[in-house]
């Protein structure tokens, strides 16, 4: 091995050890990490750690960047499992892989999802991971659109403006798309309603707004995540040709 090469990993090694560490961190502390104490704690002195991270928001924006792509990750592993000709089932397994990841790291959905960070801006470059399932969403819904079966546009009009916002936000579409029965704002403005619902669902039992409520967790998680996709059309029986 090179010595560039022998390097790279160590800082790679390295680089994974602070990452580690500040995770058990954000789960007993929260967002207010110190790095100080992520550098004590992965057996480094401060001056070393800024080898790596160079600011307490470098570090944030890496652990950020890393739970949005373990998460999209996870979703995107389930997706793949349902047949591509049933997206009420593929929306279905988007749900419960949200569902399963944040109740197995709630500091990390909650780094990613809950309040914002004072003073903490995120960057550019957590922006593309932070979309990848709204992406998926928005993939599932013009699928089902597309078969000719299933409509996915809101029954009350879009606003002008925000019509203009989502027709903006089109242009970023990373893929070539079929030809649709319907404007792809429109399929994303459901995507939207769809995303921030599932994500409001699970950030409240994450979180414990449920506690005193709702006993049967998984049955009622089921039961909204079957009224979304009713809401989208995605169980709309096909029509004959």
């Not at 924006?61 to 373990?70: G, R, W």
């Not at 597309?146 to 893929?175: I, K, Q």
Request: charged share 20%; hydrophobic share 45%; glycine share 6%.
């Amino acid at each position: 091995m090179s010595g560039r090469k022998f390097r790279e990993r160590v800082r790679t090694e390295i680089t994974e050890e602070i990452l580690g560490v500040a995770r058990r961190h954000l789960a007993t502390e929260g967002a207010n990490l110190s790095l100080r104490a992520v550098a004590r704690d992965a057996g480094l002195v401060p001056s070393a750690l800024y080898r790596y991270f160079d600011s307490r928001e470098a570090l944030l924006t890496a652990l950020i960047t890393e739970a949005y792509e373990a998460l999209a990750g996870s979703v995107d592993a389930a997706v793949a499992a349902v047949p591509h000709a049933r997206p009420d089932e593929r929306w279905l397994a988007v749900c419960h892989a949200v569902r399963t990841w944040a109740l197995a790291h709630p500091a990390e959905y909650g780094l990613i999802y809950g309040s914002p960070l004072p003073d903490y801006a995120a960057p550019r470059q957590t922006v593309a991971p932070a979309a990848r399932i709204l992406l998926t969403v928005t993939g599932i819904l013009i699928d089902g659109a597309a078969d000719g079966h299933r409509s996915p546009v809101p029954a009350r009009p879009l606003p002008p403006a925000v019509r203009e916002d989502l027709n903006r936000l089109t242009a970023y579409w990373p893929t070539r798309l079929p030809d649709l029965p319907m404007p792809l704002e429109s399929v994303l403005a459901t995507a939207l309603t769809l995303w921030t619902q599932l994500f409001g669902l699970v950030g409240f039992e994450t979180f414990g707004r449920l506690d005193d409520m709702i006993e049967a967790r998984r049955d009622y998680f089921d039961h909204q995540a079957w009224v979304m996709a009713d809401l989208a059309g995605l169980t709309s029986p096909p029509t004959d040709a």
